[in-house]
């Protein structure tokens, strides 16, 4: 058994005992909790439909290879191995498309190679920006978004390059 | 928001003319919804489990102790929310004490639940506030320990140390975090002039 294995249980029956301890219903509160939470997805379902359609029909078009095409030299500029455009095209909008395609790099590459360890650098230390903006917004009034995905953009963009750079820098 | 979605299925339709694709983008269009729902049913069950768990946590003052702890980092990025609002003070500090321990199925409902608790002191305005600014760019660029699927994914592939990433993984998610919630305290600053939900 791995000790990441025993750490959400362990983080479950910590916080469950504590509040015995404290004296609080246990089943009482967590069904109220839970309930907010169901309400919470139903509320947010529709703008994740929306979203997915954008995302899937952009997938399906082939447009992440002409864009790949495109930023590959800009990418190569800024230290950042060429064959991971796909991968940095896809982060952002697909969680599990970004897995996919990190997958294949790395059955391609192999994961002890440069290209293998910036991409699981990069995957590593990189969130499904787009989505998780639409899911947070989801829940509230707001429609001006404003500098919000400014903020979310500069995150990736350095995530990008310092992937490529730490590798470089820490890995012999 | 609206206009990136837009631009994306304008882009899908006139790529899937130029690219000879148009039957797999009317096929994605298809079943986009029906993946979706999936998904979110997928999320139901997670968001269910760890909003349960998070309120027992809540009631049994788990909260106030965790809250103290992250109070010197709240306070910086969150200036003045204390006072404002506490209950989302307190769903922020889980949302990011999941994060840090790589709980990403904790981090999510805690977030949604600040986020509709910042919508409320925003006053049901149609634009975003500096708080809400600040935790989605927290989130969008969360910091990872544990990169548990990656490094299982490296070591299925034969990897002779799968963790012997984990040094570049922590520098560079720790500079992502920090140029996406630097950006956008900066650009909260720049562009105050008033608006509503702001701290001061």
């Known amino acids: 058994v791995s000790p990441s294995d025993l750490f959400i249980p362990l983080v479950i029956t910590g916080i469950l005992c504590f509040g015995l301890i404290k004296g609080v219903n246990l089943l009482e509160t967590f069904t109220e909790g839970a309930m907010d939470g169901l309400k919470t997805v139903v509320r947010i379902t529709p703008t994740m439909i929306f979203i997915m359609l954008a995302i899937g029909m952009f997938k399906a078009s082939g447009g992440l290879d002409l864009l790949t095409v495109l930023f590959e030299p800009v990418v190569s500029l800024a230290g950042i191995p060429s064959q991971l455009v796909p991968l940095m095209l896809m982060r952002p909008i697909s969680g599990s498309g970004a897995l996919a395609v990190f997958k294949d790099i790395i059955a391609t590459y192999g994961p002890d190679t440069h290209v293998g360890r910036v991409a699981s650098v990069m995957q590593g230390s990189t969130e499904t920006t787009f989505y998780t903006m639409a899911m947070y917004y989801s829940v509230t009034q707001v429609k001006k978004t404003r500098h919000t995905l400014a903020a979310a953009a500069a995150g990736d963009l350095t995530g990008f390059i310092f992937s490529a750079l730490a590798v470089s820098l820490l890995m012999r | 928001m609206s206009y990136v979605i837009g631009i994306m299925i304008v882009l899908s339709v006139v790529f899937s003319l130029l690219l000879g694709r148009a ?92 986020m509709k608790e910042l919508d409320r002191i925003n006053g049901g305005s149609d634009r975003a506030s500096g708080y809400m600014i600040a935790l989605v760019a927290l989130n969008t660029a969360s910091f990872q320990i544990l990169p548990t699927t990656v490094a299982a994914i490296r070591k299925l592939a034969g990897s002779e140390s799968p963790l012997d990433i984990l040094p570049a993984v922590w520098v560079t998610s720790s500079l992502s975090v920090t140029a996406a919630v630097g950006t956008a305290l900066l650009l909260s600053r720049v562009s105050k002039g008033g608006e509503s939900g702001e701290s001061e």
């Open chain 2, 23 to 114: 039957p797999e983008v009317s096929g994605a269009a298809l079943t986009s919804g029906v993946e979706a729902v999936k998904m979110c049913f997928e999320l139901m069950g997670t968001v269910a489990l760890w909003n349960g768990i998070m309120r027992v946590a809540e009631k049994s003052g788990l909260v106030v102790i965790i809250q103290k702890l992250l109070s010197p980092v709240t306070g910086l990025l969150f200036r003045g929310l204390d006072r404002r609002s506490p209950a989302a003070l307190s769903a922020i500090s889980l949302n990011i004490t999941a994060n840090l321990l790589g709980l990403g199925a904790a981090a999510t409902p805690m977030g949604l639940e600040a």
